[in-house]
């Protein structure tokens, strides 16, 4: 009985320490289990932020390398603004996405700044630059013209033609860039019939001997739209034969309609590519904004200038046709709004009639060349363009018969060729500006231009 009485508190006492181990046990197993629970946990949000550090990272790269040059690119040349998406969207609405897209805002903001700014002064120093050659280019065609009136002689005659045909080109270059920068012509103050509106355009260019026009519209040009249909008849002249072949002819045409009449010119170059013809007619559709900052180098104007003119002035142009030989078919309309009859306008109808043919004037009988270097002189005739072309003339034999007809004197020829240059710069000129005044350009500090 008396073990009995002692081991009874010991198996009580060994009960309660199994208890208490496996209690303690317990706890501990728990313990162990929030542990590794919470081990877990931060290593989840150890990976999650992790995962959002390199999200955030990409995006910074992708805002470095793609978004900004993008944007950039886009602002500059002349696109709809535009950047790539981001590569999180999620963290658009983070305090994180906000910032980057404030920086972008900011980018688009100061480029379009810098574009604005950068357009504007390269505006104001070719404005600048036009109004320091006008007046030469004025006075040189005035002292053309005071040598037309003074000499008669052919040889003086023929070097005019060549001086004032360059000075034409120059004036036209100069109008080119003028119309970029928001000027326009002067008016001319009367009608002009539009035939010599054409000759007006083919006088402008290099190749005017390579011009052939068939045909006259029965019609006059109205006085404002008389330049600006001048220039951008020479713009796609000057296109068609640079674009051909030297040895080629560049056609001219008319098709009257009752909405107005349309001057076709066909050129027998290899034509152009689809994507090119697309974007010729784009650049001759008009209307859109010019950026000078953004034209080739060297620019290529003249698609632009005569989609500029034909927006401005209310005609139509357009080189998105093919010609016969498998050239480029480029035409310009006019409308019935800029045109009246020819029988409507007594002054210009009565140019048009006795705008006088004018024939090689013939030389004084030469000295006996030694060689065919000695040959004589050459002399300008009349194209069937109405405008002066180069005769190559070889070296005359020794003993020429005379011919049947009696020669023209040197002085006869001279005031015929000098006759005939007047009527080449009235031609050339007439859209001219009043009281010789070149284009009217923007004061300096007005940055604005046409954008219809």
């Known amino acids: 009985m008396m073990t009995s009485r002692v081991l009874d508190p010991v198996l009580w006492l060994l009960a309660l320490a199994a208890v208490a181990a496996v209690a303690t046990a317990v706890r501990f197993r728990a313990a162990s289990l929030d542990g590794k629970r919470r081990v877990a946990s931060l290593e989840t949000s150890l990976r999650m932020e992790r995962q959002a550090v390199e999200a955030r990272d990409d995006e910074v790269r992708h805002l470095a390398q793609q978004q900004v040059p993008h944007l950039i690119h886009t602002v500059l040349s002349g696109q709809q603004a535009a950047a790539p998406p981001s590569l999180h969207p999620e963290l658009s609405k983070s305090e994180f996405g906000r910032a980057l897209a404030e920086v972008l805002r900011t980018v688009h ?35 053309v013209e005071a040598m037309v009136e003074r000499h008669h002689e052919p040889k003086v005659l023929a070097d005019a033609i060549e001086i004032s045909h360059g000075g034409n080109q120059l004036a036209r270059r100069l109008q080119a860039f003028s119309v970029l920068i928001g000027s326009w012509p002067g008016r001319q103050r009367d009608p002009a019939p539009l035939i010599d509106v ?7 260019i290099r190749d005017y001997d390579r011009i052939e026009i068939t045909g006259e519209a029965p019609f006059a040009v109205t006085s404002r739209a008389v330049e600006p249909i001048v220039l951008s008849l020479a713009e796609l002249l000057d296109n068609a034969a640079r674009h051909s ?26 034509g152009m590519t689809p994507e090119n013809r697309a974007n010729a007619g784009l650049l001759l559709a008009g209307g859109q904004r010019i950026w ?35 050239g480029v078919r480029a035409w310009v309309f006019i409308p019935q709004e800029l045109l009246v009859p020819l029988a409507d306008v007594p002054k210009a109808a009565e140019q048009a009639r006795t705008h006088p043919p004018v024939t090689t004037p013939a030389a004084a009988p030469p000295e006996e060349p030694a060689s065919a270097t000695d040959a004589p002189p050459q002399y300008p005739t009349r194209a ?69």
């Open 292 to 326: 000078i900052t953004q034209m080739r180098n060297p620019p290529q104007l003249g698609f632009v200038t005569a989609g500029q003119y034909a927006d401005r002035y209310g005609f139509r142009a357009g080189a998105d046709q093919i010609s016969a030989t498998g």
């Open 109 to 143: 903001e100061t480029t379009v700044q810098s574009a604005d700014r950068a357009e504007n002064v390269t505006r104001t120093t070719l404005g600048t630059f036009i109004r320091a050659i006008q007046p030469l280019v004025n006075e040189l065609q005035g002292a």
């Open 245 to 270: 072949e030297p040895g080629t002819k560049v056609q001219v045409w008319y098709v009257s309609a009752a909405n107005g009449v349309t001057v076709f010119i066909d050129d027998a170059g290899i």
């Open 198 to 204: 054409v000759r007006g355009g083919v006088s402008r």
């Open 384 to 452: 069937d363009s109405g405008l002066p072309q180069r005769t190559r003339q070889g070296a005359r034999p020794r003993h020429a018969a005379s011919p049947a007809h009696e020669p023209q004197t040197p002085s006869d020829g001279g005031r015929a060729v000098g006759a005939f240059l007047r009527g080449v710069e009235r031609a050339g000129a007439q859209g001219g500006h009043p009281s010789g005044q070149g284009p009217h350009l923007p004061e300096e500090g007005n940055h604005t231009h046409d954008d219809r």
